[in-house]
């Protein structure tokens, strides 16, 4: 059965600080990992990734994939207010995306 | 810039009344997907459409659902009897092309509260 995991389940930091978002997955058939920043509604795209040890970046935020570890990290330095939210993780695997359960990340000022 | 929009942003059924939550996806895309979400779990995949005809669908999507494609621009997901279960958020996604280097944009969603 196909799934994805992400770790941890919940964080607390304060503005400033840096975390690390871990996804992890065991798919059929790997096509690309994404990474989504839910707020209040729906999932708004991040990155995509589809070859290892290739960093994206985009501004504070950045992400790496291992597909022979099989797993990605998300990174956001810097954290602000604004930054608070439920970061998805998800493998398109045999045309539809596998979704984890999310990383809720709070920042406090 | 273009976007997946989908109506109404909120409904309140009874339970056993049919609902039809509508999305439009973005003009030039060629899949489509439903996706729901129940309040504090994880998001799921119901189902995805392709050159009008269902492609994939999860064991979520059973005969009291079904989606359609009726006129080129709108995609609909129906739930033909509703129950207290399907009360979610219910996503409608799109995507240009079934390619690796393709994502899927996801509108705003539809929050089904089944009373």
Known sequence: EDKVVQSPLSLVVHEGDTVTLNC????????????????KKAPTF??????????????RLSSILDKKELFSILNITATQTGDSAVYLCAVDSNYQLIWGAGTKLIIKP | ?????????????????EVI?????????????????????KVEFLVSFYNNEISEKSEIFDDQFSVERPDGSNFTLKIRSTKLEDSAMYFCASRPGQGVFTEAFFGQGTRLTVV
Not at chain 2, 2 to 13: D, G, I, M
Not at chain 2, 21 to 41: A, D, E, K, T
């Open chain 1, 24 to 39: 992890s997955y065991e798919v059929t058939n790997f096509r690309s990992l994404l990474w989504y920043k839910q707020e």
């Open chain 2, 21 to 41: 939550l509508r999305c439009v996806p973005i003009s030039n895309h060629l899949y489509f997907y439903w996706y729901r979400q129940i309040l504090g779990q």
């Open chain 2, 1 to 17: 810039e273009p976007e997946v929009t989908q109506t109404p942003s909120h409904q309140v059924t009874q339970m056993g009344q």
């Open chain 1, 46 to 59: 991040l990155f995509m990734l589809t070859s290892s040890g290739i960093e994206k970046k985009s501004g």
